[in-house]
């Protein structure tokens, strides 16, 4: 008579799998005695319940990363702080934090009763510039025929000139702060000033209200534009040796790392500072990914520096027991039966998916592995 040894495969299944024969929840397949020990058989029935899978050894291209962190932020050319070149009280002010705006669009209006006699002295300069420059053509043609003297003509083209540089100064002061000189006459006349917006963004702060006195020193509210964000990394020093422009680096908020988004190197700083760190600056590889994102956010990141294609398998089919790594790889198939050997494997490089390995000579090419519910065979 025979003695039997068993193995009692447990999965985590609604209902019992592993049925040689009966209907007992816990059943086990009967092994003879004489068979090898590293031996598993599992059926189709159990294969399927347990949605088991197979895969071959492949290569596989594994990445060494630098783990670093930093911020979201934007260049200097996508913030503007909007000011006033003249003073004034503000009028009309009715914008938001965090509000959409275009350039040119309006942003506030400001008035200041200066604008008036600036306005003012504009028309007069222009109405005896008109008189000045003839008197000046006019001496100038004198003076070619010797007919007037030198004194005149010299006379004439400094009041000319002098008016000249007044009306021009009085139209650059008044394009300052947005006054058009084109139709300006008496009775356009206004002590208001409207204040455009320089640049399309959003609105990050805002520091005055309606009804405000803005200094001409004074900053009104923030503007900044996302359309190129941009992420600032510091890497240790011990590390910036193997930076270069170009490097895939994949980052994601540290409560949402599911979320990944995707850059590249675009600066590396030439200098470490105080803090023995050196700073690098990504660009998006997507710009449009920038809406999902606020300057100022803490990111954590993965620069990619160095990558090795080595033979690997997925890291579901690589079983860790009692300290040490096997797998189980199909010897034979026979109807609706498989024949598993549990055998053990030196592994090496190891990502999110895949692990190397080491000793893939022990095995011939086209083997297969349990890449799925192998964890359920070994104990």
Known sequence: MKNYSHI???????????????????????IPEERDSSEIIITQDQFDKAQMAFDPLREHVFSDFILTNGMVNIPAEGRFDVSS??????????????????????????????????????????SQLSYLKSDYERQKTLIAENISSQKSFAKAESDYKSTLAITESLRKKLQLVNISTNELDPT??????????????????????QGTYLNASDIALTIINKDHLH???????????????????????????????????FLIGQSINERRM???????DDEKEGNLLVPGMFIEAKIGVKSNKKTALPVTAVINANDVNYVLVL?????D????????????????????????NDFAAGTKFLSKGGFQLIK
């Open 8 to 30: 009692t495969l447990l999965l985590a299944l609604p209902s019992a799998i592993f049925a040689s024969c009966g209907t007992g929840k816990d059943q086990a397949i009967e």
């Open 85 to 126: 070149y003249f003073g004034g009280n503000i009028i009309r002010f009715d914008l938001l934090v965090g509000q959409k705006i275009q350039k040119g669009q309006v942003l506030f209006t400001i008035e200041n009763p200066e604008f008036v006699q600036m306005q003012q002295d504009y028309l007069d300069a222009m």
């Open 188 to 209: 356009k006349i206004t002590s208001r000033a409207n204040i455009y917006a320089p640049i399309s963004g959003y609105i990050e702060s805002i520091k005055v209200n």
């Open 231 to 265: 992420i600032e990394l510091n890497v240790f020093e011990q590390d910036a040796i193997a930076l270069e422009i170009g490097q895939q680096v994949t980052f994601y908020l540290p409560d949402n790392k599911s979320r990944e988004f995707m850059g590249k190197i």
């Open 278 to 284: 050196l700073n690098i600056h990504v660009h998006l």
């Open 331 to 335: 010897t034979k198939q026979e109807n």
């Open 337 to 360: 039966l498989y024949y598993l050997k549990k055998t053990k494997v030196d592994i090496g490089l190891q990502d999110d998916s895949m692990v190397e390995i080491k000793s893939e």
